[in-house]
């Protein structure tokens, strides 16, 4: 698969938004990146957003500054890996009425009556998510119960970029099944969780059908000329991208990708209407297009680990930690932690601050403690990656992608000694999301 002409590939990331352009084959053109950087507000009380507008901001400073440099020449196609999970409620007019939850964001709180789905094996099955605060399902009326004006619909990140730029922003159905609304098999919103949402078609993005393209809006084409013309593909799940950018768009191989946070994921072939094979009560499964799911089991604490070694110890800097590190041994570091400081993901419910660290001693290190934390969770991912290796039926070779694991010579050689005898090979571009996120736009057909 090629594309006549470049590609801008965004990466609508936790810990920052990036453009790169990539040429027809989906490989980035050397240079061609601009990337702001980008924190959630979080609180201890498990906030953890993003404000809507100012990130839309900074995705159109990194487009103004590839323009500016003339990177834009060429660009015929525009796709997105945008993290999953991420809702914002809007007024009538499509306006933010509150910032964006993230999947960091550990407050939404089924309502005291709610009972949840009437068979939760078959509502896991059905829709590859648990009714579990991360999801619309429980944001949703989490988000109108503490709305004073009453949202008129709800949106992800990356549709609400999307509609900002292209005046719509309809949702992909890896996007929609990663909010845990849709029903997998069918691509269609799942009847039962709509219902648990509380939420009518209408207040949702509208399911983007293969092959949907969107064009900008005059105001935009003509800040950027050279992209009047191009196609815009709606935004895939992050995860889901990093899987195919990683080149685990197949059943042959699992991707374990750390930025901000981690997962572990197989991809596989599922057109729709095909039936869908057993999953295993502790892993989810979205859609990654309309003919392949993927099955994985997602970490809260990845990347994010280090930031906070970073703030709370006295750590060496770049070479001189990669030398501190060198003297330790993955798996027998001596600190063991678990790494869950940000809470649990689904289906677990441990809140944030449940995070431990144990082994320390007088003499014990800031790198021997940043050890513990990467080896903490190379163990949680070891282990469920043989579970998920249960549902293709046989041990897989492993891809690692992802900025912290690109950034980090030792924990490349931790995941490689916590997941022998498989092959384990990191991805040399860091840039898996993007990258995927073209390779899923090149996949997808009208027909699809
Ligand atoms: N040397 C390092 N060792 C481990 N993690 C690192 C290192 N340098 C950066 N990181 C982590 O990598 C993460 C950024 O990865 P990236 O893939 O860009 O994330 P995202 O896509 O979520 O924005 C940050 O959480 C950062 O703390
Ligand atoms: O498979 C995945 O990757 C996860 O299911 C997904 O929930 C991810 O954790 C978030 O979308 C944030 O991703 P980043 O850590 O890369 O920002």
């Known amino acids: 698969m090629s594309a006549l002409g470049n590609i801008l590939a965004f990466d609508l990331g936790t810990s920052s938004v990036r453009a790169l352009v990539l040429d027809h084959d989906a490989v980035p053109v050397p240079g061609a990146l601009a990337r702001r950087k980008f924190s959630p507000t979080v609180d201890g009380d498990g906030a953890a957003t993003l404000d809507a507008q100012a990130y839309l901001g900074a995705l159109i400073e990194c487009v103004d500054e590839l323009h500016a440099a003339g990177r834009l020449d060429g660009v015929a196609h525009v796709s997105a890996s945008a993290m999953w999970h991420s809702i914002l409620p809007l007024d009538g ?3 933010p009425l509150g910032p964006v939850l993230t999947w960091l964001d550990t407050r939404p709180r089924a309502h005291g009556r709610a009972t949840g789905p009437d068979d939760e094996a078959a509502f896991h099955h059905r829709t590859g998510a648990w009714w579990h605060p991360l999801y619309w399902t429980v944001r949703i009326p989490w988000l109108r119960e503490r709305s004073g004006t009453a949202p008129t619909a709800f949106s992800g990140l990356g549709e609400y970029v999307w509609s900002a730029l292209l005046g719509e922003g309809p949702i992909s159905v890896s996007q929609a099944s990663g909010a845990g609304v849709l029903d997998l098999a069918a691509q269609t919103w799942d009847a039962e969780a709509l219902s648990l949402a509380g939420a009518r078609e209408s207040e949702l993005p509208r399911l983007a059908a293969p092959g949907w393209r969107g064009r900008l809006r005059a105001e ?3 800040r950027w000329p050279a992209l009047a013309d191009a196609d815009w593909a709606a935004p895939a799940g992050d995860g889901a991208a990093s899987n195919v950018g990683s080149g685990a768009g197949d059943a042959s191989r699992a991707a374990i990708t750390v930025g901000t946070s981690a997962a572990v994921r197989i991809a596989q072939e599922a057109p729709a209407g095909a039936s ?12 990654l297009d309309h003919t392949r799911v993927v099955t994985g089991r997602a970490y809260s604490g990845g990347g994010n680990l280090f930031a906070w070694a970073q703030r709370a110890l006295l750590l060496p800097e770049g070479d001189a930690l990669e030398a501190a590190l060198d003297e330790i041994v993955p798996g027998q570091v001596g600190v063991w932690a678990d790494p869950r400081f940000g809470g649990d993901r689904p ?3 441990t809140p944030p601050g449940e995070g431990r660290l144990g082994g320390l001693g007088l003499t014990t290190t800031g790198p021997q ?3 513990g934390l990467m080896d903490g969770v190379c163990a949680q991912i070891a282990d469920d990656l043989v579970v998920l290796e249960s549902t293709v039926g046989r041990t897989v070779d492993v891809r690692l992608g992802g900025g912290a694991v690109a950034a980090s010579a030792w924990w490349r050689r931790a995941f490689t000694s916590a997941l022998a005898p498989r092959r384990v090979e990191a991805v040399d571009n860091p840039e898996v ?7 899923i736009m090149l996949a997808d057909h009208p027909n699809g």
Do not use: F, T
């Not at 869908?276 to 859609?287: E, G």
């Not at 999301?433 to 390779?439: E, I, N, S």
């Open 93 to 95: 007019a499509g306006k």
């Open 220 to 222: 935009y084409a003509g």
């Open 347 to 349: 289906p677990g419910m």
């Open 433 to 439: 999301g993007a990258v995927g996120a073209a390779l």
């Open 276 to 287: 869908l094979s057993p999953l295993p009560a502790q892993l989810w499964r979205y859609r």
């Open 369 to 371: 403690i940043l050890a």
